[in-house]
């Protein structure tokens, strides 16, 4: 049996996240988001061990101070704290579990002293006890979605970006992805959300080149929840191209018309429910608080659509400004067989 990389809502052994620590990047909220990573993570841990990275010692203490007493913290060498991006990626074929380590490249080189991180998902796939290969490819987590299937789907704007695999051709990327995520297909999509893709001095520019879990998430093998915005969304046009073309590909799509947001200093921030995270028998959703009757909606949509799982608000306002939220923090570890 070849190996694969499961679904997300596939049964977890632990989900793995990282305490902020980049003052730099942070700035004047990084207490608040230190709460609302500690929030995310103890939600997580109603339903599955978690593991929080802290950076040193004193960042270690100040963790377990707002932590459940089942989350475990542990000390190893980090630059940030979007464990998405640059965490293991773990496969198996029934028999074992190993991990594929991607090439970490600070979303295509715009953040400086990197190494910690690119570095880590091999460091914690080790800690874990895994084998760990290593995969020539820039690829961020949240980027893809994938079904455990057989199917990926890709923003090529993203995956293929000039600052990311420039050395290699599309093929080329998609061969090496297949090969070690035992997939059949990759999906190519063009452009992600407008937030993420292009600067607009009215929006927060959040700089990874649209990334998919800021709006689409398989739900199921060949089944996909994605946004559907107004038409007079700037988003609407580049939602409708990458909805027909999953269609086409067989993708049955469920429609999310739900977007959550908020002003601050002068930018609209979005604060997408669709970045939310799958835990064992939970769905754990960004809530944005600004616009309350909607955050009921959106969940109660969750609910019914995952009748099986607790959908869980976390309201979240730090991380979003910084351009991440729920599926951004977190990386799931998939039950070793």
Request: glycine share 8%; aromatic share 8%; net charge negative.
């Amino acid at each position: 049996m070849t190996f694969r990389m499961p679904a997300e809502w596939e049964s977890h052994e632990r989900t793995l996240m990282c305490w902020p620590c980049r003052e730099y990047s942070w700035g004047h909220t990084l207490e608040q988001g230190r709460r609302e990573f500690a929030a995310v993570a103890n939600a997580i841990a109603a339903f599955e061990p978690v593991t929080m990275v802290a950076k040193n010692a004193e960042q270690a203490a100040q963790a377990r101070t707002l932590l459940a007493g089942k989350v475990d913290v542990i000390i190893r060498p980090i630059d940030g704290s979007w464990l998405r991006d640059n965490g293991p990626l773990f496969v198996t074929d029934g028999n074992t579990r190993r991990a594929r380590h991607f090439r970490f490249n600070a979303w295509g080189e715009r953040h400086a002293q990197r190494d910690r991180d690119a570095r880590l998902g091999r460091t914690l796939a080790e800690d874990l006890g895994d084998e760990v290969d290593f995969v020539d490819v820039v690829l961020e987590g949240g980027a893809v979605s994938i079904d455990g299937a057989g199917t990926m789907i890709a923003p090529e704007g993203c995956v293929m970006h000039e600052s990311r695999n420039w050395y290699l051709t599309r093929d080329q990327v998609e061969a090496q992805i297949k090969a070690a995520l035992g997939l059949n297909r990759i999906i190519w999509l063009g452009q992600g959300l407008a937030e993420d893709s292009v600067r607009d001095p009215s929006r927060m520019y959040y700089g990874t080149d649209g990334h998919a879990d800021l709006f689409l998430a398989f739900i199921g093998p060949n089944r996909a929840l994605m946004l559907k915005s107004p038409e007079d969304d700037p988003n609407a046009p580049h939602l409708a191209k990458s909805r027909a073309t999953l269609v086409a590909a067989g993708i049955e799509i469920v429609d999310f018309p739900y977007m959550s947001g908020f002003m601050d200093e002068g930018n609209w921030i979005i604060a997408p429910y669709m970045n939310f995270y799958f835990c064992n028998g939970g769905v754990i959703v960004p809530v944005a608080g600004e616009e309350p009757d909607k955050d009921q909606e959106a969940l109660a949509f969750l609910a019914q659509l995952f009748p099986d799982r607790q959908v869980v608000g976390v309201n979240l306002r730090a991380g979003p400004r910084q351009g991440g939220a729920i599926h951004c923090m977190t990386m799931q570890v998939p039950l070793r067989p």
